[in-house]
Antibody, heavy 118, light 112 residues
Framework: QIQLVQSGPELKKPGESVKISCKASGYTFTDYAMHWVKQAPGKGLKWMGWINTYTGKPTYADDFKGRFVFSLEASASTANLQISNLKNEDTATYFC???????????WGQGVMVTVSS | DVVLTQTPPTLLATIGQSVSISCRSSQSLLHSNGNTYLNWLLQRTGQSPQPLIYLVSKLESGVPNRFSGSGSGTDFTLKISGVEAEDLGVYYCMQFTHYPLTFGSGTKLEIK
């Protein structure tokens, strides 16, 4: 069955970096785009951008340009999100989500809680 | 950016009651290709969001038919015909017509 399994929770200090993974299984990874969504504690959902899993080209929402990098390990059917120079406001749960041909997010990862605290 | 305004922010319902959630967009979600990319999702507490409806009114696979979506242009509605206990959580609309993609602020459904 189709699954998106994300890496575990992270506790980081301001200024550090973090890399989150999203491993896909049950389908051909390169056939569907992967999106990233941020959810701050107790808040709603915010779209961060997406990566073309066939070409590897990332697209970032304006608020996520600069310190955020989407990448792939296509041979491992894995999408990654790296955040550098972490700030307190990066504390959130980060979800990966597959975009289906219906233009909806039909499968989501379980989310990764990133806590940034000194 | 497209702003999606959901009302009400909180909904209190009894089992079996029918409820509706409104999602209003700051601009038309009708794409130049004729499709309207408005989706609905449900996030249960402590879980990932799950898709309910895409293209305004099409049910995702496995979603019970007590859920229905309607609307066009800038005004959209999610209706639950006969709320069940498993329906509690936060409902989000989201639009896929314009970049950046945006989500509504959410409607929390609570069961009386």
């Amino acid at each position: 069955q189709i699954q998106l399994v994300q890496s575990g929770p992270e506790l980081k200090k301001p200024g550090e970096s973090v890399k989150i993974s999203c491993k896909a299984s049950g389908y051909t990874f390169t056939d569907y785009a992967m999106h990233w969504v941020k959810q701050a504690p107790g808040k709603g959902l915010k779209w961060m951008g997406w990566i073309n899993t066939y070409t590897g080209k990332p697209t970032y929402a304006d608020d996520f340009k600069g310190r955020f990098v989407f990448s792939l390990e296509a041979s491992a059917s894995t999408a990654n999100l790296q955040i550098s120079n972490l700030k307190n406001e990066d504390t959130a749960t980060y979800f990966c989500a597959r975009e289906f041909i219906t233009t909806s997010f039909d499968y989501w990862g379980q989310g990764v809680m990133v806590t940034v605290s000194s | 950016d497209v702003v999606l305004t959901q009302t009400p922010p909180t909904l209190l319902a009894t089992i079996g009651q029918s409820v509706s959630i409104s999602c209003r967009s700051s601009q038309s979600l009708l794409h130049s290709n004729g499709n309207t990319y408005l989706n609905w999702l449900l996030q249960r507490t402590g879980q990932s969001p799950q898709p309910l409806i895409y293209l305004v009114s099409k049910l995702e696979s496995g979603v019970p038919n007590r859920f229905s979506g309607s609307g066009s242009g800038t005004d959209f509605t999610l209706k639950i015909s006969g709320v069940e206990a498993e329906d509690l959580g936060v409902y989000y609309c989201m639009q896929f017509t314009h970049y950046p993609l945006t989500f509504g602020s959410g409607t929390k459904l609570e069961i009386k």
